[in-house]
């Protein structure tokens, strides 16, 4: 089992950047992907960001040249650092594990955390 929590959300002006943070429990840490997805009002999860158990990185189009993954599994953490920041990136995040392999569908992840807000306003 693993325990996902999402830290780092809050309400921001558009261009401004932010880092969400997902802590994870459990001594396995290393062997998982790790992937961001959000949820828009009114829309369905979407995939955000992955990043592989070596490391190596895929983004959506939408958070290319904006966005950025990262792990620490010294402190079993996977980030995701986002800049210039858009009302359309307003949604809950949630980072999300997958034994081995990526996730980049919602049907892939094995574990979820609940969800941080992110909500970008003037």
């Known amino acids: 089992q693993v325990q996902l929590v999402e830290f780092g959300g809050g309400l921001v002006q558009p261009g401004d950047s932010l880092r969400l943070s997902c802590v994870a429990s459990g001594r396995t840490f290393a062997g998982y992907a790790m992937s961001w997805f959000r949820q828009g009002p009114g829309k369905e999860r979407e995939f955000v960001a992955v990043?592989?158990?070596?490391?190596?990185?895929y983004y959506a189009d939408s958070a290319k040249g904006r966005f950025t993954i990262s792990r620490d599994n010294t402190k079993n953490t996977v980030y995701l650092q986002m800049s210039s920041l858009k009302p359309e990136d307003t949604a809950v995040y949630y980072c999300a594990a997958r034994w081995r392999e990526i996730a980049t569908l919602t049907k892939e992840a094995d574990y979820w955390g609940q969800g941080t807000q992110v909500t970008v306003s003037s």
């Open positions: 990043i592989s158990r070596s490391g190596g990185t």
